[in-house]
Protein backbone atom coordinates (compact mmCIF):
# COMPACT_ATOMS: atom_id res chain seq x y z
CA UNK A 1 0.00 0.00 0.00
CA UNK A 2 0.81 2.98 -0.17
CA UNK A 3 -0.20 6.26 1.83
CA UNK A 4 -0.34 9.71 1.00
CA UNK A 5 -0.90 12.97 2.82
CA UNK A 6 -1.02 16.63 2.00
CA UNK A 7 -0.41 19.73 4.25
CA UNK A 8 0.08 23.39 2.77
CA UNK A 9 -3.15 24.71 2.84
CA UNK A 10 -4.62 27.78 3.92
CA UNK A 11 -6.30 31.20 3.29
CA UNK A 12 -4.18 33.56 0.71
CA UNK A 13 -5.10 36.58 -0.54
CA UNK A 14 -5.99 36.75 -4.29
CA UNK A 15 -2.24 37.15 -6.47
CA UNK A 16 -0.55 35.56 -3.66
CA UNK A 17 1.27 31.82 -3.82
CA UNK A 18 0.55 28.72 -1.46
CA UNK A 19 2.72 25.66 -1.56
CA UNK A 20 1.29 22.15 -1.36
CA UNK A 21 3.21 19.14 -0.17
CA UNK A 22 1.98 15.47 -0.79
CA UNK A 23 4.38 12.96 1.41
CA UNK A 24 4.31 9.24 -0.13
CA UNK A 25 4.83 6.17 2.57
CA UNK A 26 4.56 3.34 1.89
CA UNK A 27 5.43 0.84 -1.30
CA UNK A 28 6.63 3.98 -2.78
CA UNK A 29 8.95 2.42 -5.13
CA UNK A 30 5.61 1.07 -7.30
CA UNK A 31 4.76 4.80 -8.02
CA UNK A 32 4.79 5.24 -11.90
CA UNK A 33 3.32 9.37 -11.46
CA UNK A 34 1.91 11.33 -8.87
CA UNK A 35 -0.68 14.03 -9.54
CA UNK A 36 -2.89 16.82 -7.96
CA UNK A 37 -6.49 17.61 -8.23
CA UNK A 38 -9.19 19.79 -6.84
CA UNK A 39 -12.77 19.79 -5.91
CA UNK A 40 -14.60 22.93 -5.38
CA UNK A 41 -18.07 22.89 -3.73
CA UNK A 42 -20.70 21.14 -5.89
CA UNK A 43 -18.47 20.61 -8.71
CA UNK A 44 -16.85 17.52 -10.14
CA UNK A 45 -12.88 16.80 -9.00
CA UNK A 46 -10.84 18.16 -11.98
CA UNK A 47 -7.29 17.34 -12.68
CA UNK A 48 -4.68 19.94 -11.71
CA UNK A 49 -1.26 18.64 -12.85
CA UNK A 50 0.63 15.38 -12.81
CA UNK A 51 4.67 14.61 -13.25
CA UNK A 52 5.95 10.93 -13.81
CA UNK A 53 8.44 9.42 -10.69
CA UNK A 54 11.53 8.80 -11.79
CA UNK A 55 11.62 11.28 -15.29
CA UNK A 56 9.78 14.23 -13.76
CA UNK A 57 7.86 14.86 -16.72
CA UNK A 58 5.01 17.12 -15.96
CA UNK A 59 1.98 17.85 -17.72
CA UNK A 60 -0.64 20.83 -16.63
CA UNK A 61 -4.59 21.57 -16.55
CA UNK A 62 -4.89 24.89 -18.99
CA UNK A 63 -6.68 26.97 -16.65
CA UNK A 64 -3.09 26.55 -14.14
CA UNK A 65 -0.54 26.18 -16.97
CA UNK A 66 2.07 29.12 -16.11
CA UNK A 67 1.10 29.56 -12.57
CA UNK A 68 1.04 26.20 -10.90
CA UNK A 69 4.29 24.07 -10.58
CA UNK A 70 4.39 20.35 -9.99
CA UNK A 71 7.79 19.08 -8.89
CA UNK A 72 9.21 15.83 -6.44
CA UNK A 73 11.46 15.53 -3.92
CA UNK A 74 12.53 11.60 -5.00
CA UNK A 75 14.89 11.66 -1.70
CA UNK A 76 12.33 12.81 0.55
CA UNK A 77 8.77 10.53 -1.30
CA UNK A 78 7.18 14.44 -1.72
CA UNK A 79 5.58 15.90 -4.36
CA UNK A 80 4.89 19.70 -4.85
CA UNK A 81 2.36 21.91 -6.07
CA UNK A 82 3.78 25.43 -5.99
CA UNK A 83 0.93 28.04 -6.56
CA UNK A 84 1.44 31.14 -7.52
CA UNK A 85 -0.98 33.95 -8.87
CA UNK A 86 -3.94 32.38 -7.07
CA UNK A 87 -7.45 33.56 -7.49
CA UNK A 88 -10.58 33.00 -6.19
CA UNK A 89 -11.20 30.17 -8.55
CA UNK A 90 -8.89 28.84 -7.51
CA UNK A 91 -10.45 27.82 -4.31
CA UNK A 92 -10.95 24.34 -3.35
CA UNK A 93 -9.87 21.42 -1.40
CA UNK A 94 -6.76 19.87 -3.48
CA UNK A 95 -5.75 15.73 -3.28
CA UNK A 96 -2.53 14.29 -4.45
CA UNK A 97 -2.79 10.86 -6.03
CA UNK A 98 -0.59 8.25 -7.11
CA UNK A 99 -1.00 5.72 -9.80
CA UNK A 100 0.93 2.08 -10.10
CA UNK A 101 3.57 1.13 -13.14
CA UNK A 102 0.96 -0.50 -15.67
CA UNK A 103 -2.23 0.59 -14.27
CA UNK A 104 -4.25 3.36 -15.68
CA UNK A 105 -6.16 4.36 -12.87
CA UNK A 106 -5.34 6.28 -9.40
CA UNK A 107 -5.29 3.78 -6.73
CA UNK A 108 -3.69 6.16 -4.02
CA UNK A 109 -5.39 9.20 -2.81
CA UNK A 110 -4.48 11.80 0.38
CA UNK A 111 -7.33 13.03 2.52
CA UNK A 112 -7.03 16.61 0.63
CA UNK A 113 -6.04 19.87 2.05
CA UNK A 114 -8.21 23.22 1.72
CA UNK A 115 -7.44 25.87 -0.43
CA UNK A 116 -9.06 29.32 0.46
CA UNK A 117 -8.11 32.65 -1.91
CA UNK A 118 -9.59 35.47 -1.15
CA UNK A 119 -10.45 38.23 -3.41
Known amino acids: QVQLVESGGGLVRAGGSLRLSCAAS????????ASWFRQAPGKEREFVATTTWSGGSTSYADLVKGRFTISRDIAKNTVYLQMDSLTFEDTAIYYC????????????WGQGTQVTVSS
Open 26 to 33: GHTWYIYA
Open 97 to 108: AARRVGKDRYDY
